[in-house]
């Protein structure tokens, strides 16, 4: 008689009457190819991207979604060169699973995140809202020992914190120049404001939630504003006439877009994290760039080095997420919370 397949706990995406849901359920645990790894999962944070995938806003996507899942190697596959990993290595695993290391973005060092290939947790490799995963040894993100903390507090930077510090090191500007941060209520924009300030900016945080003032004031932040009001001025006041010399977007809001061509300075870089909702599109006067020397620049979450790097911030205890934490079962109202003020949801798996 065969052996029964070892079963685990995953939360299935459902669509139904222009709505989701996830629905928890026994499925069998994968089996892993020989280059790939079997992860025992702990924790997974919940993401805007996971809401826009299950939305089906960007397009098509796995039956399992999360990318910020944090775990340890249950098995390694027979062709794995085993300098890469041992079991009971803890991993982080991102958004990016793999990458293909042949195509033109991933000869550009650093460039894999835009790699063509485009093996995403979630959207073509099932992600991390399930007891195990399985993903290939190759782009395996092994969490160096010295790094201690707690899973829950790795799992919101595998993606959440590595955009926010990725935005930030691609920013151009330098330490004491200010940076502001909008959408800075957000749980990347509360991380963006944080990881501002540990890298030595002074932070401008502005948010159509003025309740999040305090909180952006306590994070590191410099200076609140409220995004309804004339930023403008009030930018131009705080930074003695010159304007922000970067503007992080991580609202996904026309609007953020057009103020950032407010407030920033002249030379300054506006860098793109928010997504607007598809197929909203925002249009420039050649002259907002012609006239000013601005550049606006797209940042796509950061690489394996960025992550160990964001995540030292929070080992030195610069950078502290603030979680919610919450189970498989919950996950269809938690998803429902993402973006919401300041919190990153990690589901507990195991
Ligand atoms: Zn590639
Ligand atoms: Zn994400």
Not at 41 to 65: E, Q
Not at 87 to 104: A, E, F, M, T, Y
Not at 109 to 123: F, I
Not at 235 to 259: D, E, P, W
Request: net charge negative; charged share 20%; proline share 5%.
């Amino acid at each position: 008689m065969e052996s029964q397949k070892p079963l685990h706990r995953a939360a299935i995406l459902i669509r139904e009457n222009g709505g989701y849901h996830f629905d928890v359920q026994q499925i069998p645990v994968p089996e892993i190819q020989p280059l790939e790894v079997l992860i025992s999962l702990s924790v997974s944070g919940v993401c805007g991207t996971d809401v826009s995938l299950a939305a089906g806003h960007v397009g098509p996507c796995c039956d399992i979604l999360g990318h910020e899942g944090v775990g340890k190697i249950e098995k390694i596959g027979s062709g794995v060169d085993p300098s890469i990993a041992k079991i009971g290595d803890r991993v982080g695993v991102g958004w990016i699973q793999d990458v293909c290391g042949q195509c033109s973005c991933c000869r550009i060092p650093g460039g894999e995140t835009r790699c063509v290939e485009e093996l995403y947790s979630g959207r073509k490799r099932n992600g991390t809202f399930a007891e195990y995963c399985s993903v290939p040894a190759r782009y395996l993100m092994v969490i160096p020992e010295d790094i201690t903390i707690a899973d829950e507090l790795v799992a919101p930077i595998l993606c959440g914190g590595v955009t926010a510090y990725k935005a930030l090191k691609v920013c151009e500007a330098v330490r004491g120049e200010w940076v502001a941060i909008l959408g800075a209520g957000g749980g990347v924009g509360a991380l963006a404001v944080q990881y501002a300030r540990a890298m030595g900016y002074r932070v401008l945080a502005i948010d159509v939630n003025i309740d999040m003032r305090d909180e952006c004031l306590a994070l590191g932040a410099e200076v609140f504003l409220n995004a309804q009001d004339d930023i403008s001025s009030a930018v131009q006041k705080a930074t003695g006439g010159l304007g922000a010399k970067a503007v992080i977007v991580t609202a996904g809001a026309k609007v953020a877009y057009q103020s950032a061509f407010k407030i920033v300075a002249y030379f300054g870089v506006i860098v793109c994290v928010g997504i607007p909702p598809l197929p909203e599109s925002i249009s420039f006067h050649p002259l907002d760039f012609i006239g000013t020397g601005v550049k606006l620049v797209g940042s796509l979450t950061g690489t394996r080095a960025d992550t160990i790097e964001a995540l030292r911030l929070v080992q030195k205890g610069v950078v502290t997420p603030k979680v919610q934490m919450t189970s498989l079962e919950d996950l269809s109202d938690a998803i429902q919370m993402v973006g919401k003020p300041g919190i990153k949801y990690v589901v507990r798996l195991q």
